[in-house]
Every structure is written in structure tokens, then in C-alpha cells.
T-cell receptor, first 117, second 113 residues
Framework: KAGVTQTPRYLIKTRGQQVTLSCSPI?????VSWYQQTPGQGLQFLFE???????NKGNFPGRFSGRQFSNSRSEMNVSTLELGDSALYLC????????????????FGEGSRLTVL | AQSVTQLGSHVSVSEGALVLLRCNYS??????LFWYVQYPNQGLQLLLK????ATLVKGINGFEAEFKKSETSFHLTKPSAHMSDAAEYFC???????????WGAGTKLIIKP
């Protein structure tokens, strides 16, 4: 079974530009979550999508947005990039069932490392 | 509000020594508790989880954790550290109706030869 795939793995942008990151979840997983990871702030939740609907949202400005497609693939977009947006962006998928063996298990991709110059 | 505190941003142990990574949580309702591990240049993977069954939970790679309600703790242990255990470990809790995970700041485990 293929894991969570994130593209691109690395990218460099300049301030003011925008970026789109892609995430393909494990086949059959309908929930996709996005996280920002930085040395200073640790792991911070961005948003979660389930069946094309945003279910939860973290405390990030409106420059951060996301969407999920009917095949469960998800994209996140960051507009007007700032230096502080440099981070590892992690996507995680899950069955979105909190019972028994499925409880709480997120499957993470390897991340997209964004550098803003 | 729920919160998770991991004591020590870095923990260093010698190969073969006991590993103890501390996690304390606050929750007004019975929680679900998790430990995830992140190896260098990789995403996170689930190490183990507590979901109100046995209080001593065994995970992968020889790790285990004990849920202690009276101490609101869920410390991670391994009897004998191996070089391959060098990674960052995250504790997480979920106890609200939408099962949103609240993450600790992470503890980097360093293994000395």
C-alpha cells in the first residue's frame, strides 16, 4: 500500500510569492490534515479536510488556505509569502474513524520543505 | 483546555541505557494519548497509543508507555537504547468531541555511543 505522498519535497520561493503544496493520501483515507513544523514553534496544526469539507482549522492567517478534491487529494496554498513561512509542511491522512484500531492514527508524508528568501 | 507538556527539548542517553521521555497532559475528560516518532528527514509515525484499554501500552521498536491518571502522565520508556532510536518524539492528546490532536513541543533523543 503506497504511503502519503507530498510534492514537491523541496522548494525555494521569495517573499511575496505564493506556493501550492500537494498531498496524496493513502488509498481509502478520506481525512487529510496539514501541519507546519518549525524549530521555534514545533508542530502546529493548519487544517483538516474530510470529504472535501474543512472540518478543523488552526490559528493561522488567511494567507494559508487549503482544499480537498473528490479523490481525497489535497492542496494547500500560501499567498504573499513571508520569511517566517519557511518550514516543513507535513500532510497526514487517516481513515477518520475513531474506534478500535483506527483510533488516532495519522499517517504522515515526508513533508515539503519550503524556504522563503 | 487541553495541553501537553514534554519535559526536556533534548534528552541524551548512552547506548544500552534506559530511555525515559516525559509527557504530562491536562484534560478534563478521559483522554486518548499518543506517542509519535520522527526520524531525520522523515514524517511522523505512530509509536503507540492509549485509548482507555490497558494502562501499560506496548509500541513498536521496544517502546512502551504507562498511563497514570493520578499523575496525568504518559511517559515513554525503553529499557535499552539503540543508536537507531535517535529521533524526535512527540506526545499528543485528544479529548474533545472532534478528536483534534494537541501536540507537545517534542523531545529530541540523542544516543551516545
Amino acid at each position: 500500500k503506497a504511503g502519503v505522498t507530498q510534492t514537491p519535497r523541496y522548494l525555494i520561493k521569495t517573499r511575496g510569492q505564493q506556493v501550492t503544496l500537494s498531498c496524496s493520501p493513502i488509498s481509502g483515507h478520506r481525512s487529510v490534515s496539514w501541519y507546519q513544523q518549525t524549530p521555534g514553534q514545533g508542530l502546529q496544526f493548519l487544517f483538516e479536510y474530510f470529504s472535501e469539507t474543512q472540518r478543523n482549522k488552526g490559528n493561522f492567517p488567511g494567507r494559508f488556505s487549503g482544499r480537498q478534491f473528490s479523490n481525497s487529494r489535497s492542496e494547500m496554498n500560501v499567498s504573499t509569502l513571508e520569511l517566517g513561512d519557511s518550514a516543513l509542511y507535513l500532510c497526514a491522512s487517516s481513515l477518520s474513524l475513531w474506534t478500535g484500531e483506527n483510533t488516532g492514527e495519522l499517517f504522515f508524508g515526508e513533508g515539503s520543505r519550503l524556504t522563503v528568501l | 483546555a487541553q495541553s501537553v507538556t514534554q519535559l526536556g527539548s533534548h534528552v541524551s542517553v548512552s547506548e544500552g541505557a534506559l530511555v525515559l521521555l516525559r509527557c504530562n497532559y491536562s484534560s478534563s475528560v478521559p483522554p486518548y494519548l499518543f506517542w509519535y516518532v520522527q526520524y531525520p528527514n522523515q514524517g511522523l509515525q505512530l509509536l503507540l497509543k492509549y485509548t482507555s484499554a490497558a494502562t501499560l501500552v506496548k509500541g513498536i521498536n521496544g517502546f512502551e508507555a504507562e498511563f497514570k491518571k493520578s499523575e496525568t502522565s504518559f511517559h515513554l520508556t525503553k529499557p535499552s537504547a539503540h543508536m537507531s532510536d535517535a529521533a524526535e518524539y512527540f506526545c499528543a492528546v485528544s479529548a474533545n468531541s472532534n478528536y483534534q490532536l494537541i501536540w507537545g513541543a517534542g523531545t529530541k533523543l540523542i544516543i551516545k555511543p
